[in-house]
């Protein structure tokens, strides 16, 4: 509706519709004259009066938004919508009512309308606010509008990435290839050390260095799974790492944590203070900052009852955040310098933030956890150790938090389907770490296609990823094989030298028997004469017992013949030693040949046999390559390709080509 106000003296005045209303002296009483009512203003209009005001001005001002809702758990600063007018308006939340959603939003001058905090569907469905428009010319407008929240379905993981997604050529087969996460869990920018503890000491950023462990040990997790979490005793244990380079004023350390010992209890400051004492249970030891660049250490204090924050800086140690509170158990902790602040979440959410230092807080390259200079040595358990190079905002503190929830688990798998080619030379394990599962190979494969099911609270979700093969330039076997081939014709020299030697021996046996038969044919002989001699002794005895009259003139025979007898039976005992030995020596050259066939046996097994350290010849097959690193796998010089060793097959051996997918038997 459009309104005329007029005043009036009094005279005679004809009213145009193109009057401007600044070339009329304001004067007398008013009239207001609605044109919805009102003759056609084409037409003049007579009025009665002296003088008059014309005023044409917009009372109202138009205005709409243009969309209204918005999805729930989108970051902070999503846009909702745009407000729009045919007038050059200004915009902004004003209270009154309607007004109770206001400071859920943030309302540019321009009409931008953003929200200030991430939205849950199942906590609130629709919010109000009230909103003014102001117009040069125009009445300041009011008006409430109301902004929708969408049901988003948060039980499916929607997608998930691979980080990183390639890895060498030739490494052995088990080597790491990346990890999977859900792109909700994916907070990699600035991620640049991440210790996961799964079983090792390894550091899970790409070219990021291990950790050196000097006493602790890998316990189970707040899962419950076996060496998946770190501990220190609160005696002597320590875990050092190094970053690749120095970090300033705006870092960010994230952990969960179980700490078992008390810490001291202290209050904030920039100056003084004594953080660096036997008393503080120190999981991250703060170096000493440069103190003429105005730089302070930065570490960490924690026990059951407080988490400070602890700068070290020319003998002294300040805490610029103390947070005294029960934090006994399995807890996630992010605590973050934001241009030299210090901010604390704890599972996820907020907590207190840290007083401004005005000095440079550093952090790195040498990280030392479990201890502080004066022997404050933390006691307890850590896990899941990152550390980015950029303040964290709070979304991102609870995306961390919520991925390591128990409940929250996605696991992985490989499936087959379509995009399965490469499933064979992978493995993965149900927390989405994936793995070689043999040695492989750029020029024949530069890519490999997998598909991979992530699972979560009985829902599915299949992708297809391309994990990249990156030639690296160096051959799979490593030293050249002429040298092998030196050591193979040594090895061959020392069979054929064996080989002689079994033949000597066998020679010397032979003989050795012969010599035995001589002898034993000799002792039966001895035997028999024996024998004939005891039976002349029983007939001299009888003729003795006939003739004892003869005995006397006979003793000298007899004499002679008894000394005949004990000769014999010296020989007798003689023989019988020499057979004894005989006998031994012959047992001991039976095993001697028996031992000398064996390793011949395995010798002749070993040139067959591919399990050979380095390099080694066959006749059949030429040279070939295997270590106990890449056992089973065996590298065909002559083929130019892995094969797979059926272990335990032999005559013929079997060898599987994951390329071609075909069995080959050797003879």
């Known amino acids: 509706m459009k309104k ?33 009512d009102a003759p056609d203003l084409s037409k003049p209009i007579v009025v009665i009066g002296s003088a008059m005001r014309l005023d044409t001005r917009n009372p109202d001002v138009e205005f709409s938004l243009s969309g209204n809702t918005v999805q729930e758990n989108q970051p902070v600063g999503s846009a909702v919508g745009r407000f729009r007018s045919f007038d050059s308006v200004i915009y902004s939340l004003v209270p009154g009512e309607g007004s109770t959603g206001n400071a859920s939003f943030t309302l540019s001058s321009e009409g931008v309308l953003q929200t200030a905090k991430i939205f849950d569907y199942e906590q609130t469905q629709q919010y109000s606010i009230r909103v003014l428009a102001t117009a040069s010319g125009s009445i300041p407008t009011e008006k409430v509008f109301t902004v929708d929240v969408l049901d988003v379905d948060e039980g499916i993981p929607l997608s998930f990435v691979l980080s990183p997604n390639s890895i060498e050529e030739n490494r052995p087969g088990g080597s790491r290839v990346g ?13 640049v050390s991440w210790f996961e503890f799964g079983g090792d000491f390894e550091n899970s950023v790409p070219n990021g260095s291990p950790g050196k462990s000097e006493g602790t040990s890998l316990v189970p997790d707040r899962n419950g799974q076996d060496r998946q979490a770190l501990y220190f005793d609160g005696n002597n244990d320590t875990f050092l790492f190094e970053l690749q380079e120095r970090y300033f004023s705006n870092f960010t350390v994230c952990f969960w944590a179980d700490p078992r010992k008390e810490t ?23 170096p000493m900052g440069d103190k003429t660049l105005h730089q302070v250490g930065f570490g960490i204090a924690l026990g059951p009852n407080a988490l400070n924050v602890a700068h070290l800086s020319g003998g002294r140690a300040p ?26 979440f704890v599972n996820g959410e907020f907590h207190k933030d840290g007083i401004q230092f005005e000095r440079t807080n550093i952090l790195g390259p040498s990280i030392t956890l479990g201890k502080n200079y004066k022997d404050g040595y933390f006691k307890g358990s850590i896990d899941d150790l990152r550390i980015y190079d950029r303040s964290l905002t709070a979304s ?68 297809i990823f391309e994990v990249r093969v990156i030639e690296n330039g160096i051959l799979p076997p490593p030293e050249d094989p002429t040298k092998w081939k030196e050591k193979w014709e040594q090895e061959m020299a020392k069979l054929s030298a064996l080989r002689q030697e079994i033949e000597d021996t066998n020679k010397s046996v032979l003989e050795v028997d012969e010599t035995l038969t001589r002898q034993t044919e000799e002792i039966r002989n001895l035997e028999s004469q024996i024998t004939e001699i005891e039976e002349a002794k029983l007939a001299c005895d009888t003729e003795c017992a006939q003739v004892r009259e003869e005995i006397e003139s006979k003793k000298a025979g007899l004499e002679q013949i008894r000394m005949e007898n004990q000769r014999a039976e010296n020989r007798i005992s003689s023989l019988d030693d020499d057979l004894s030995k005989w006998i031994t020596k012959d047992s001991e050259l039976s095993e001697q040949i028996t031992q000398k066939r064996t390793e011949l046996s395995g010798l002749e097994d070993k040139l067959r046999i591919p399990y050979l350290k380095g390099w080694h010849y066959t006749e059949e097959k030429g040279w070939l390559w295997t270590d106990l690193e890449f056992y089973p796998m065996v590298y065909s010089d002559t083929q130019g390709i892995w094969l797979e060793y059926a272990q335990g097959t032999s005559y013929p051996w079997q060898y599987y080509d994951h390329y071609s997918e075909q069995w080959q038997e050797w003879k």
């Open 4 to 36: 005329i106000l007029l005043k009036f003296l009094p005279l005679i005045f004809t009213l145009m519709a193109g009057l401007h209303a600044e070339t009329i002296e304001q004067i007398g009483p008013v009239i207001t004259i609605d044109t919805t």
């Open 179 to 191: 990890r999977f996460v859900s792109r909700e869990e994916n907070v990699q920018e600035g991620l």
């Open 264 to 286: 001291s209890i202290v209050g904030e400051s920039t100056r003084g203070g004594a953080m660096a004492t036997p008393r503080h249970s120190t999981l991250m030891y703060y």
């Open 319 to 344: 805490a610029t955040l103390a947070y005294p509170s029960d934090l006994s158990g399995w807890k996630h902790y992010v605590v973050s310098c934001i241009d030299n602040k210090v901010r604390l």
């Open 396 to 463: 991102e503190a609870t995306s961390i938090y919520q991925s390591k929830e128990p409940e929250d688990a996605i696991t992985y798998t490989l499936v087959k389907g379509e995009g399965d080619s490469g499933n064979r030379f992978f493995s993965l394990t149900p927390q989405g770490e994936l793995r070689t599962a043999m040695v492989l190979d750029a020029g024949k494969s530069p890519s490999l296609s997998i598909r991979v099911k992530a699972s979560q609270a009985g829902y599915e979700t299949t992708e």
